[in-house]
């Protein structure tokens, strides 16, 4: 493509067969305590 | 769904549903815009006087294409999901224990009423703190990985306690194949180095309490008597950082009105050699002066577009830093169960007072309308659970169209009661908030993106 550079084609459709298996981490347990930032966090089954 | 923006001289188009994201040129970007509702003709009709017709046409068909691959314009397919997600059988996997309701500072923007949480002074016993660990085993079926943090008010006032409540969730591990991942949030006062050591071979986080700035520090997180508390602490969080090789801890600081020039603190922070930076913006009502307004929200937009473009300067020199509310991951990142969940509040994590009550989190714990349950006899309140449970973007007529919700899931359900008295509403201010932080977030993706490309 000459125009568009697609930076991710990972969809979150895709990972809906397999996903929701809940071993990540709680998100409030990271750092926010008074906000939620599901987005920033990573999937266990990738680490 | 599409939310396409410029930030820092990219054109950046998100979509939403596929959670794809493209850099693009000024005519994919405009021809993005007009796609849904003009066909070619009036798109080239509506443009021409911009761009020439050829480009027009190649721009129109690359995004075709990536539609195509489901990339652009992909559709919603995440409602009905929703309700088969809701029949399931939730376990619960992350406690928050509340160590002592103390505490040694007198922060003034505390949600815990100085550690209290609008009640008695309060340490948590050891047979309590064993309680909440064989609750979190028997509760948590077959997921192995369970968290457990260690909160206040201050919890360093109670350590012999948390020790032991460390000694035995291990003691556990192997019979019931779980691993505990055990953390720490602590304001630093009683920082040693037993309780550094301790923290580095159990800790799997720690969150250590800053506010930034000497003076922007001191002036919210007094000691008791009104002193200040940044010389105190910030020698010994220096030491832990470097002690956990600048890895697995965050400072952590909240911004006020009082600081809308925030940028500079976590810049300062960044500066005594911090490595992992949060400082997130107070939640409170805005009848406290140093709330943030609404009218604040220009200048910390601002300040997060600073932030951002510092951030990548230094990245580039090879002498960043990780900004918590900038970080995203685009390859690897949630999937779309978790984005829907949230943050589990009330479901999969829930609070324990240091007296074996459960509420849904933290920042229910006081409201007695939200106590859920305790140690002995489990959940108690299935009604107040189930409300949770059905908690989840599509419940929320304020998220259900934001280009944000499968980055902040529907948001705080303690923010969302705070402001409006129900879990089910958003609390406004924080949301414009966080759409800032992910629109810089991917900017900065897409700037080292390029980077890696020269």
Avoid at chain 1, 40 to 47: A, I, L, M, R, T
Avoid at chain 2, 129 to 144: H, M, W
Avoid at chain 2, 151 to 177: H, T
Wanted: glycine content about 8%; proline content about 2%.
């Amino acid at each position: 493509m000459k125009r568009i550079k697609t930076l991710t084609n990972k969809t979150l459709k895709n990972t809906m067969a397999k996903g929701g298996c809940g071993e990540c981490q709680t998100s409030c347990q990271s750092a926010c305590k008074t906000s939620c930032t599901v987005g920033n966090q990573s999937c266990e089954n990738n680490k | 769904m599409i939310h396409q923006y410029k930030n820092n001289g990219y054109n950046i188009v998100l979509d939403v549903c596929s959670g794809a994201v493209h850099v693009v040129d000024d005519v994919v970007y405009d021809v993005i815009a007009l796609y849904e509702q003009e066909s070619l003709t009036g798109i080239i009709e509506k443009l021409s006087s911009s761009y020439k017709e050829e480009d027009i046409k190649e721009a129109y068909e690359e995004i075709e294409e990536l539609k195509e691959e489901g990339l652009l314009f992909a559709e919603d397919e995440y409602k009905e999901y929703v309700i088969d997600f809701k029949k399931r059988q939730t376990v619960v996997k992350a406690l928050c224990l509340h160590i002592a309701h103390d505490c040694n500072l007198a922060c003034k923007y505390c949600f815990a009423g100085k550690g209290e949480y609008n009640g008695d002074k309060s340490l948590m016993s050891l047979e309590v703190g064993k309680k909440a660990i064989d609750f979190l085993i028997q509760n948590s079926g077959n997921r192995r990985n369970l968290e457990v943090d260690f909160f206040g008010g201050e919890p360093l006032m109670n350590f012999e306690v948390v020790k032991g409540i460390v000694a035995y969730g291990r003691s556990l591990e192997e019979k019931y194949n779980k691993n505990f991942r055990f953390t720490l949030t602590t304001n630093g006062m009683l920082l040693n180095d037993e309780v550094m050591e301790f923290a580095n071979k159990e800790m799997s986080n720690v969150v250590l309490s800053v506010d930034g700035r000497k003076e922007v520090n001191d002036r919210m997180r007094p000691t008791p008597n009104g002193k200040g508390s940044y010389d105190i602490f910030m020698p010994k969080f220096i030491k832990l950082a470097n002690l956990r090789n600048q890895t697995n801890y965050y400072v952590r600081g909240t911004c006020t009105h009082y600081n809308l020039d925030f940028s500079k603190d976590v810049l300062h922070l960044a500066d005594l050699g911090f490595k992992q930076i949060s400082v997130e913006p107070v939640v409170s009502l805005s009848e406290e002066p140093y709330a943030i307004k609404e009218e604040d929200l220009p200048i910390l937009f601002e300040e997060y577009d600073i932030l951002a473009k510092e951030l990548i300067k230094r990245k580039k020199e090879g002498n960043g830093f990780n900004f918590f509310h900038f970080m995203i991951d685009l390859e690897q990142g949630p999937c779309v169960a978790k984005r829907l969940s949230g943050c589990g509040s009330g479901v999969e994590y829930l609070s324990v007072t240091p007296w074996g009550d459960l509420y849904p989190c933290h920042q229910f714990v006081g409201e007695e309308d939200y106590l859920i349950g305790n140690l002995d006899d489990g959940i108690t309140n299935t009604a107040l659970r189930d409300e949770f449970k059905l908690c989840n973007v599509y419940a929320k007529e304020k998220c259900k169209n934001c280009f944000a919700r499968f980055y902040c899931s529907g948001g705080c359900a303690a923010n969302s009661y705070k402001f409006h008295g129900s879990i089910l509403d958003a609390y406004d201010i924080g949301c414009e908030l966080q759409k800032k932080r992910i629109e810089c977030a991917i900017m900065i993706k897409a700037a080292l993106a390029e980077q890696e490309d020269e």
